[in-house]
């Protein structure tokens, strides 16, 4: 499966998939890193670590389902 990047510019291979505060220390991030990206790459960024983390529950379900593309929510 790959990952589209909430700025439609990346596609990401899917990797270890974690949510974590963002720089600015007031939202929070979901980040990619795999064998391909050896360094986080940031998916998109969420209001709250509540939606980072549903973002992961609906990654996870489209990877299980078998899904080809998952194209990461914009905010």
């Not at 499966?1 to 007031?26: C, N, P, S, W």
């Not at 996870?60 to 080809?68: E, F, M």
Request: aromatic share 14%; net charge positive; glycine share 6%.
């Amino acid at each position: 499966m790959k990952i589209r990047t909430q700025d439609a510019r990346r596609y990401l291979e899917f990797g270890e998939v974690y949510a974590d505060m963002h720089v600015d220390g007031k939202k929070a991030a979901v980040y990619v890193r795999n064998r391909l990206n050896l360094e986080p790459v940031c998916v998109g960024v969420y209001e709250s670590m509540f939606r980072a983390r549903g973002v992961l529950y609906e990654m996870d379900l489209a990877y299980q389902a078998r899904k080809r593309v998952f194209y990461a929510p914009a905010e």
